[in-house]
């Protein structure tokens, strides 16, 4: 059973930064492109980022291009979502899935396996 496991949520406040690690488990995570989706409170599910099952491609919605940067450890099995420059609109519950291929996507349909979630608010 594939399982994805997000930490690193918290409260900062503006112009600060945050971590966020999704661990998995259950598939032969190095195999499997890996992305970061975020929901705020009555809004679609969005893309924020995602990476090829190598680390060699990555990509990421322009509202956070050039702030967020997406990284993998396949020795780790964990995919990580560094977060700089935050912004009160960066505030949502934080998703990482597991793509269905190698190639990163910014569509929801693309991705088999989905964590909890975890939340980030940022205070202004």
């Known amino acids: 059973q594939v399982q994805l496991v997000e930490s690193g949520g918290g409260l900062v406040q503006a112009g600060g930064s945050l971590r966020l690690s999704c661990a998995a488990s259950?598939?032969?995570?190095?195999?499997?492109?890996m992305g970061w989706f975020r929901q705020a409170p009555e809004k679609e599910r969005e893309f924020v980022a995602a990476?090829?099952?190598?680390?060699?491609?990555?990509v990421y919605a322009g509202s956070v291009k050039g702030r967020f940067t997406i990284s993998r450890d396949n020795a780790k099995n964990t995919v990580y979502l560094q977060m700089n420059s935050l912004k009160p609109e960066d505030t949502a519950v934080y998703y990482c899935?597991?793509?269905?291929?190698?190639?990163?996507?910014?569509?929801?349909?693309?991705?088999?396996?989905w964590g909890q979630g975890t939340q980030v608010t940022v205070s202004s």
């Open positions: 899935a597991s793509g269905r291929s190698r190639i990163p996507d910014q569509r929801r349909y693309e991705y088999d396996y």
């Open positions: 259950g598939r032969t995570f190095s195999t499997y492109a």
């Open positions: 990476i090829s099952w190598s680390g060699g491609i990555s």
